[in-house]
């Protein structure tokens, strides 16, 4: 087998390994749920993480409760959408043994995308570093290229989230979030520009 046979095989490889662990994500989000927000029990039923966890996320502001509640005690907030869907994120790249502070950079990131271009994303990490990947392109090189070891498909997070909150009680919101502007020189992008040229 030639040289550019092993490659094409190789690729085809990596995309068939990315189609199988559903990290070729491309949700296509039509309402997003934010005009409710949570109270911190039903975060964690939702995230899949204990009070003590969330309590500690807050406290280090890792995530913090982005929401308010018409009408509530002042400084009392709640857990919207979006942060519940970073906590479950967070859970997830906890208990594949990503360091805390990969994934407070992973973090960083999220919050700097608008919450409908989450679902477009790809969280993948060769166990060390975290990568963002916004087309199934990128996640077969990054698995091609032997960095893409696991990966976090954000469009189906975003899917399970939608299912576990219609079984929990919200309260209405007050403001709405805003959503951040996209960065276009985030940390993560440029470390998966890196891995490739470099």
């Given at each position: 087998?030639?040289?550019?046979?092993?490659?094409?095989?190789?690729?085809?490889?990596?995309?068939?390994?990315?189609?199988?662990?559903?990290?070729?994500?491309?949700?296509?989000?039509?309402?997003?749920?934010?005009?409710?927000?949570?109270?911190?029990?039903?975060?964690?039923?939702?995230?899949?993480?204990?009070?003590?966890?969330?309590?500690?996320?807050?406290?280090?502001?890792?995530?913090?409760?982005?929401?308010?509640?018409?009408?509530?005690?002042?400084?009392?907030?709640?857990?919207?959408?979006?942060?519940?869907?970073?906590?479950?994120?967070?859970?997830r790249l906890l208990d594949t043994g990503i360091s805390?502070?990969?994934?407070?950079?992973?973090?960083?990131?999220?919050?700097?995308?608008?919450?409908?271009?989450?679902?477009?994303?790809?969280?993948?990490?060769?166990?060390?570093?975290v990568y963002e990947c916004t087309s199934p392109g990128e996640v077969?090189?990054?698995?091609?290229?032997?960095?893409?070891?696991?990966?976090?498909?954000?469009?189906?997070?975003?899917?399970?989230?939608?299912?576990?909150?219609?079984?929990?009680?919200?309260?209405?919101?007050?403001?709405?979030?805003?959503?951040?502007?996209?960065?276009?020189?985030?940390?993560?992008?440029?470390?998966?520009?890196?891995?490739?040229?470099?």
């Amino acid at each position: 087998m030639s040289g550019k046979q092993k490659a094409s095989e190789h690729r085809r490889s990596a995309v068939r390994l990315a189609g199988e662990q559903g990290l070729l994500c491309e949700e296509d989000v039509v309402g997003l749920p934010m005009d409710v927000g949570y109270r911190g029990p039903a975060a964690c039923m939702a995230a899949g993480i204990t009070y003590r966890q969330l309590d500690y996320w807050a406290r280090t502001r890792l995530v913090e409760p982005s929401a308010s509640m018409p009408g509530g005690p002042p400084g009392h907030r709640l857990y919207s959408f979006r942060d519940i869907l970073i906590l479950k994120v967070v859970k997830r790249l906890l208990d594949t043994g990503i360091s805390l502070q990969q994934i407070r950079t992973a973090v960083e990131h999220l919050r700097q995308r608008a919450t409908a271009d989450l679902a477009q994303i790809t969280l993948m990490s060769d166990g060390v570093s975290v990568y963002e990947c916004t087309s199934p392109g990128e996640v077969v090189d990054l698995i091609q290229g032997g960095q893409g070891v696991f990966g976090i498909a954000l469009g189906r997070v975003w899917r399970e989230l939608e299912g576990s909150l219609k079984e929990l009680h919200g309260e209405p919101l007050g403001e709405q979030e805003r959503p951040a502007e996209p960065h276009p020189g985030d940390e993560l992008a440029r470390r998966r520009r890196q891995r490739r040229t470099g």
